[in-house]
C-alpha cells in the first residue's frame, strides 16, 4: 500500500454504487415520520464519497450546493469529471480527512453525510470527523453514518481477520489485491472444510464465505481486507459522537421504522418497556443481530406534537418510481417476508399509479372514501420508500431549474454505457437523486434521443454498439454467441421497457 493511504486499499477503485441515504431530500419525510423538525436543505458535505456518484448525481439533480473528498486522486478525478459533465455545484477534492476538515474556507452544513465510510478508518480520522461535525454542522443540521455493527459480525469478524491476515503473511504486493483476495477465499475454504470448532460453533460463516466467492472483488477489497475493519455496537457510536454535539434521530432505512416485520410482538414488548432511547436502540441491534446500520443524528432535536407532525407530513411531496403492476404486495423484513394490505395499498398504489408527485395530504383525500386513514397512508409510504417504490419529490420549481444539470449528466454517463455497466444509475430532477437504470435501458434511451424511433430500432442500434466491441448478451447466466439470439433477446427487453419503464422515466424526466 501507498504511505497516503493510511491502510486503505488503493491498489483497485471502490465500485460505482448509489446510496439513496445519502440524498438529503429524503431526511425530511423520514426525519417527520420519527416525529421531529425536519432540517433546512441547501448546503451538504460528504466524507469519503468514492468514485462519487451519489454526491454529482445529488448534486445535478437539485439546487444544493456540495462539498466533498475523497483521499484517492483516481475515484476523485473520475468523480470530477462527472461534476464537469454536469456544471453542478459539486467541488470535489481529494484530500485526507485531517486536510479537508481543517480548511477555513468551507461553509457550514445542513447536511453531511458518510457512507460506508466510519468502520474502515482509524480512530485519528473519526476523531477528525467528529470534530469536524461539532465545528461545522449547523444547529439543526443532520448527520448520516453508515457503519458495520455489533452484534451482527461477531460470528464472522474472526474469519475476516484470518483472511486479512492470510494476505499480509502468505500474499505478496506484486501479485496484486485481487489475487490475493482469490488466496485467501480459497485457504478459507480448505480451513473449513476441515471442519473446525470454530465452524461448528459458527455453521453460518460456511454460508458467508461461499457467497463472498461470488462477490465482486473491488467491493471486497474496500469492504474486507482495508487495515482499519471495526464493526461496533450502536452505544459505542453514540459515545463517539456526544462531543460533536449530535442526537441520535432515527435510522435512514425507512423500513428499520416499521417494527412489524423485523420485530415479534414479544420482542416489542421487552423494547417498550426500556425507558432509555439509546439503550433500547442497542438491545434492538441484539433482537435483528444487526450487521450494518444508517442513522440520521441531528444537532438540536426538535420534538413535534402528533398535530404538527401529521400537518407537515400532509404537505411532503412522493413519486411512484416503480411501474404500478411491479409493485409487489410483499415486503421483506428480519422475519421474514410480509403481505401487505391489499385494501390499503391497491388504493395508495392507485393513487399513486401516473407517477406524478403527490402530496401525502393529497393521497389522503384521494383514498379516504375507501376507508384508508391518514396514518395508514403514513405508514404505506414509508413501507414503499423502505422497499424502493416510491422516492421523495422535489418542488417543481427546483425541478426545472435542475432539469439542465441532469440532462448534462445523464447524456455523460449513458455515453459510458456504450462500453461498460459500471454506471447503472442516471439522475432526476424529479426526485432529487439517481434512479437505477440498466446498461441496456441507457442504450436504448440513447437510441431513442438519435432519432430512432421504435423499440426494434432501439434493440438493432444496441446490437451494433455491443458487437462492435465483442460483446455479447448474457441470458439467465449464459452468453448469448449467435448474433440473431442477442438480437431477439435486445428486442425482447427494449418492448418491455418501452411498455413499462419507458413511461416511468419520461415522468422522472430522466428520458
Not at 473446525?196 to 457467497?211: C, G, I, M, S
Not at 456526544?242 to 410482538?265: E, G, N, R, T
Request: net charge neutral; charged share 20%; glycine share 6%.
Amino acid at each position: 500500500m501507498n504511505d497516503w493511504s493510511g491502510g486503505y486499499v488503493t491498489d483497485i477503485g471502490y465500485t460505482y454504487g448509489y446510496y439513496v441515504e445519502l440524498n438529503p431530500l429524503r431526511v425530511p419525510l423520514i426525519v417527520l415520520n420519527a416525529g421531529l423538525t425536519p432540517p433546512p436543505l441547501g448546503t451538504h458535505g460528504e466524507l469519503g464519497f468514492g468514485q462519487g456518484v451519489s454526491i454529482n448525481l445529488h448534486a445535478a439533480a437539485s439546487d444544493a450546493v456540495w462539498y466533498g473528498t475523497d483521499f484517492n486522486p483516481s475515484q476523485a478525478a473520475f468523480a470530477q469529471t462527472l461534476a464537469r459533465a454536469s456544471g453542478a455545484q459539486a467541488h470535489l477534492v481529494d484530500e485526507a480527512f485531517a486536510d479537508f476538515c481543517t480548511r477555513s474556507d468551507l461553509p457550514d452544513f445542513d447536511f453531511i453525510g458518510l457512507h460506508g465510510i466510519w468502520s474502515w478508518i482509524s480512530d485519528a480520522n473519526r476523531a477528525v470527523i467528529v470534530d469536524f461535525v461539532r465545528r461545522k454542522l449547523k444547529v439543526g443540521g443532520v448527520l448520516y453514518i453508515s457503519y458495520n455493527t455489533l452484534p451482527g459480525w461477531s460470528a464472522f469478524a474472526p474469519m475476516r481477520h484470518l483472511m486479512v491476515h492470510h494476505t499480509d503473511i502468505l500474499g505478496t504486493q506484486a501479485e496484486g489485491i485481487v489475487r490475493r483476495i482469490d488466496e485467501a477465499i480459497a485457504f478459507a475454504e480448505k480451513l473449513l472444510a476441515a471442519n473446525p470448532l470454530y465452524a461448528r460453533a459458527n455453521p453460518q460463516v460456511v454460508e458467508r464465505v461461499k457467497k463472498i466467492k461470488e462477490q465482486n472483488r473491488h467491493y471486497l477489497a474496500h469492504e474486507y481486507f482495508n487495515r482499519d475493519w471495526h464493526p461496533m455496537h450502536f452505544a459505542t457510536m453514540a459515545e463517539w459522537l456526544q462531543p460533536a454535539k449530535v442526537h441520535f434521530a432515527c435510522s435512514a432505512h425507512a423500513l428499520d421504522h416499521i417494527d412489524a416485520v423485523h420485530l415479534s410482538a414479544e420482542q416489542q414488548n421487552l423494547l417498550a418497556q426500556i425507558p432509555d432511547r439509546l439503550f433500547r436502540e442497542t438491545v434492538r441491534d441484539f433482537m435483528v443481530n444487526q450487521q450494518f446500520r444508517r442513522d440520521y443524528w441531528v444537532k438540536g432535536v426538535q420534538r413535534l406534537s402528533p398535530l404538527e407532525q401529521a400537518e407537515a407530513l400532509r404537505q411532503h411531496r412522493v413519486v411512484l418510481t416503480t411501474p404500478r403492476s411491479d409493485v409487489p404486495l410483499k415486503v421483506s423484513g428480519t422475519l421474514g417476508e410480509a403481505n401487505l394490505v391489499e385494501n390499503v395499498y391497491h388504493p395508495v398504489l392507485d393513487a399513486l399509479a401516473d407517477h406524478k408527485p403527490k402530496t401525502l395530504g393529497w393521497i389522503e383525500q384521494a383514498v379516504g372514501g375507501q376507508g384508508v386513514r391518514f396514518a395508514q397512508v403514513q405508514q404505506a409510504v414509508m413501507v414503499l420508500l423502505g422497499a424502493g417504490h416510491v422516492q421523495p419529490a422535489q418542488e417543481e420549481s427546483v425541478t426545472a431549474r435542475a432539469r439542465k444539470a441532469t440532462d448534462r449528466l445523464n447524456a455523460h454517463i449513458m455515453g459510458k454505457a456504450r462500453a461498460s455497466n459500471d454506471l447503472m444509475y442516471l439522475a432526476s430532477p424529479v426526485t432529487g437523486g439517481g434512479v437505477p437504470v440498466s446498461r441496456f435501458e441507457q442504450l436504448f434511451l440513447l437510441a431513442a434521443k438519435k432519432g430512432r424511433k421504435q423499440p426494434a430500432e432501439w434493440a438493432e442500434w444496441a446490437w451494433e454498439v455491443l458487437a462492435a466491441q465483442g460483446q455479447r448478451v448474457v441470458k439467465e447466466g449464459r452468453v448469448l454467441e449467435r448474433p440473431e439470439d442477442n438480437l431477439a433477446e435486445l428486442q425482447a427487453q427494449a418492448r418491455a421497457f418501452a411498455e413499462k419503464r419507458l413511461p416511468v422515466l419520461k415522468a422522472l424526466q430522466i428520458a
